[in-house]
């Protein structure tokens, strides 16, 4: 198997409202961290690859250093972010033009100086009028590259001094122009769940460190948070739930609603010491609409004492029968229990998920499922309309085929074929006898 060589990694720090994740958005080119004009929007390290000049570097943005005192979770924004510098290759500190100097800039300045890792200071919202950036000269981290994250002036002239700076340094492990090596596939699968219900806990136990932080307090994570493990691409997002108390809320999820569409599986997290509630449903539902691979962590396990664990999952098998197809995974990130398995399940689906079956398969399979039980109506041929997800459809003479019949047929299917963990849509159409669609006559 082809080996993933490290990449460089460049780190954006700065005071809250900077601009940090505008200008992350601006570098990888897509919104993926949520922006906000309220301060300590971004709190887990966001990381995507960035590519120029033949040149390939990992981006980090982090959460606003000082943030408000209200902020319950500052701490653990801290640890992060200082656990980012300390493994950078270069850190952009980013600084305010609009707002000036500050005291916060004067204090990040010397942290950064402890720190011992190379600083490149950037200068933010250049578009702003009759602002003096020499006096962030006075920071002691050289003369500032003037930037507007948000309308891209300066940016290209940014990144060619981020390439510089790593090859001066020796960053890049390869000689230039030699393409770095990856794994031929990646499998982006979305962690989803209700606020809570420990998908942030799940993702650090799957990956082994803490990458995204984790707090008692509802709505902790706001941005989708991309995390590369293997062949896995994990992407850890905003608790879903029915009513959102600010736009910040309401964006995150938008982002979450994303992230489902950009990944092929989704692993849906539910509390195990709850019972299961109409958002959990709503969520499995909405994978299934969008056509996912499902895998079910059913999360919190250690818990549960042993003796009611017996009765624990028949019930959950009962209230989630509309997703029987789905493996259902007894987890704990605390103990660790059922996370390898995990690590083993979600591949599988994804091989589940790009099964194809050929024409003639489906053809001697509809002969042996009708030979079984007639739908009552005038059967003609199942085709597929598309894979991945499959949606297959079951054409016929006279009337359509009722829905309890459809139902038995997936079964049926599913013995026959697999596709464990895959929804499968079923269509059924009445084809007029004078067109020429099916195999019968």
């Known amino acids: 198997m082809t080996l993933s060589i490290p990449l460089p990694k460049v780190v954006i720090v700065g005071k809250v409202n900077a601009g940090k994740s505008t200008l992350f958005n601006r570098l990888v080119r897509k919104p993926l961290a949520v922006t906000s004009k309220t301060p300590g929007v971004t709190r887990d390290r966001l990381r995507k690859p960035v590519e120029w000049a033949g040149r390939r570097f990992e981006l980090l943005d982090t959460g606003g250093l000082y943030p408000p005192e209200e902020d319950g979770i500052f701490e653990k924004v801290a640890q992060h972010i200082e656990k980012a510098v300390e493994e950078a290759d270069l850190v952009l500190f980013l600084v305010d033009l609009k707002s000036g100097l500050t005291p916060y800039d004067e204090e990040i300045a010397r942290w950064l100086r402890k720190k011992g890792r190379p600083v490149l200071l950037v200068a933010n919202k250049a578009d702003v009028k009759n602002k003096d950036p020499e006096e962030f000269l006075a920071l002691g981290l050289g003369q500032p590259l003037l930037i507007s994250a948000e309308h891209g002036i300066g ?3 940014l990144l060619d001094t981020i390439i510089r700076r790593l090859e001066e340094q020796g960053a890049f492990p390869k000689p230039k ?3 770095e090596t990856e794994p031929t596939e990646r499998i982006p699968v979305a962690i989803l769940g209700r606020p809570n219900v420990g998908k942030s806990s799940i993702l650090n136990a799957l990956v082994g460190e803490e990458v995204t932080i984790i707090s008692d307090i509802p709505g902790t994570t706001r941005d989708a948070v991309d995390i590369e493990c293997g062949p896995l691409i994990f992407i850890d997002t905003a608790g879903l739930k029915r009513k959102y108390r600010d736009d910040i809320e309401y964006f995150a999820a938008v982002r979450t609603e994303r992230s489902l569409r950009y990944a092929q599986i989704a692993l849906v997290v ?8 109409r958002m959990d449903k709503r969520i499995l539902r909405w994978v299934i609409d969008e056509g996912k691979g499902l ?4 999360n919190k396990i250690d818990l549960i004492p042993s003796k009611e664990r017996r009765q624990l999952y028949p019930q959950i098998q009962a209230e989630l029968d509309f997703v029987y197809f789905a493996p259902k995974i007894l987890t704990s990130a605390v103990t660790g229990e059922g996370i390898e398995y995990l690590k083993e399940i979600l591949p599988r689906v994804y091989q589940e998920y790009k099964k194809r079956v050929s024409q003639r398969r489906l053809d001697a399979f509809l002969d042996e499922v009708l030979a079984i039980q007639s739908p009552g109506a005038d059967v003609r041929r199942l085709r597929a309309k598309q894979w991945a997800p499959p949606v297959l459809v079951l054409e016929s003479r006279d009337r359509e085929v009722p829905g309890h019949y459809l139902r038995f047929l997936e079964k049926r299917f599913r013995d026959t074929f697999g596709f464990w963990g895959v929804p ?6 009445v084809v007029p006898k004078g067109r020429k669609k099916g195999r019968r006559k």
């Open 270 to 277: 539910l509390d195990v010491t709850e019972s299961v509630t």
């Open 177 to 179: 122009g030699q393409p």
């Open 424 to 429: 499968i849509h079923w269509e059924s159409r």
């Open 155 to 157: 940016v290209p002239h």
């Open 295 to 298: 895998v079910i962590a059913l």
